[in-house]
């Protein structure tokens, strides 16, 4: 059983910077790709970026190209997204997930396992 935990967010100005982390439990963490979504009030679930496993290949929705960075700390069972250059869109609660397989699927349909989500609040 493979559970995901959260943390980070919160609020912050335009142009700042938050890191969320995803720490996971259960499974062989290294094997496994990691895909962080996003949701905002009424609207769809979205792939923001993820990453997959062994090589780490990073990949990334147009919106946060150049602003967002996934990294993997197989160590400690963590994914890191690092959001800088924050603007009032991204404002969402963001989720990190898992299907177990080796490549970020882009859809959530494709994910079984989720964390608890957090949000993310870009305002002045």
């Known amino acids: 059983q493979v559970q995901l935990i959260q943390s980070g967010g919160g609020l912050q100005q335009p142009g700042g910077s938050l890191r969320l982390s995803c720490t996971a439990t259960?499974?062989?963490?290294?094997?496994?790709?990691i895909g962080w979504f996003r949701q905002a009030p009424g609207k769809e679930r979205e792939f923001v970026t993820g990453i997959s496993a062994n090589s780490g290949r990073t990949y990334y929705d147009e919106s946060v190209k150049g602003r967002f960075t996934i990294s993997r700390d197989n160590a400690k069972n963590t994914v890191y997204l690092q959001m800088n250059s924050l603007k009032p869109e991204d404002t969402a609660v963001y989720y990190c997930a898992t299907d177990l397989g080796g490549m970020p699927s882009l859809s959530y349909y494709d994910y079984h396992y989720w964390g608890q989500g957090t949000q993310v609040t870009v305002s002045s």
């Open positions: 259960g499974g062989t963490f290294s094997g496994y790709a």
